[in-house]
Nanobody, 123 residues
Framework: QVQLVESGGGLVQAGGSLRLSCAATGSGSIFRLYNMGWYRQAPGKQRELVAV???????NYADSVAGRFTISRDNVKKMVYLQMNNLEPEDTAVYYCAQGPLVSSNTIRPTSWGQGTQVTVSS
């Protein structure tokens, strides 16, 4: 299966910005066919969907991040990005890159997961 590696997390103040990156390896020549997503999980909480970008480039966002986060992809570089602006303390979580089939207009069923990257937003 495809291997996904996230990077770009860190500690920022509320109102700041971060850009997360997800590099896909082992995907051969079919990365362009993947539906990709970003999830996040805070301690003691269930993992939740943040954003999805389909193989066709259609995007969907959780209500909590809509207008602040932007997901994008580069099929040549086999990369997925999450630009996070106007970060809030409630955005603090481990962020995971994921790949899987599109099961609705708003979500995917993850088949592969990255290891996660920590995002911490201070007040």
């Amino acid at each position: 299966q495809v291997q996904l590696v996230e990077s770009g997390g860190g500690l920022v103040q509320a109102g700041g910005s971060l850009r997360l990156s997800c590099a896909a390896t082992g995907s051969g020549s079919i990365f362009r066919l993947y539906n990709m997503g970003w999830y996040r999980q805070a301690p003691g909480k269930q993992r939740e969907l943040v954003a999805v970008i389909t193989s066709g480039g259609i995007t969907n966002y959780a209500d909590s991040v809509a207008g602040r986060f932007t997901i994008s992809r580069d099929n040549v570089k086999k990369m997925v990005y999450l630009q996070m602006n106007n970060l809030e303390p409630e955005d603090t979580a481990v962020y995971y890159c994921a790949q899987g089939p599109l099961v609705s207009s708003n979500t995917i069923r993850p088949t592969s997961w990255g290891q996660g990257t920590q995002v911490t937003v201070s007040s």
